[in-house]
């Protein structure tokens, strides 16, 4: 793959963090940034503002993983969730077309954020954990719109297979 991941940086700010995604949010990007906001939910946190004023795209895969935690948050409690800052507009379209732009608030600005620090660079996922992550975000946006079911059912088909494969040979191995 010849598109490089966004980069993260986080501003953990105690009751709330503010994670800037900068770049193309990809398949590669997805398993770095449910690392990071799992390990935020961990210690506590549980809104997020997203400042996508510098995001790029975003795939499927990553806008899965976002619904999925988006719904992880939510039902940790009210109040939980991202709310999105200033996200491009290619973002924001794309949003709207999965028909999941009403899932997410919108921050009118991004509060006392001093700084934002670059996200720490956690292992590589590698080719089977990243399979796995694009499978559940295609069938999470499949969940959060039934609508998305036929733009994403032959991904789903062959991520599943691919995913069976992939593990039969680690099984063998």
């Known amino acids: 793959m010849g598109i490089a991941p966004a980069k993260l940086y986080v501003a953990d700010l105690g009751e709330r963090a503010v994670v800037r995604i900068t770049g ?17 939910i961990q210690r506590g946190r549980q809104t997020f503002t997203l400042d996508l004023s510098d995001c790029q795209l975003m795939d499927s895969t990553f806008l899965g993983v976002l619904v999925g935690l988006n719904r992880t948050l939510g039902q940790a409690g009210p109040g939980g969730g991202f709310s999105l800052y200033k996200p491009t507009e290619s973002v924001r379209v794309l949003l709207d077309n999965l028909g999941i732009l009403e899932l997410f608030k919108t921050a009118e600005s991004l509060g006392q954020v001093e700084a934002a620090e670059p996200a720490e660079d ?21 969940e959060a719109n039934p609508k998305n079911e036929a733009k994403f059912k032959e991904v789903t088909r062959f991520l599943e297979e691919d995913l069976k494969q992939q593990e039969a040979a680690d099984s063998s191995d």
């Open 122 to 142: 956690a292992e590589a996922a590698d080719k089977t954990e990243l399979t796995r992550t694009s499978l559940e975000a295609h069938k999470t946006l499949i």
């Open 24 to 40: 193309r949010a990809n398949c590669l990007s997805s398993v770095p940034f449910k690392r990071v906001v799992n390990g935020l």
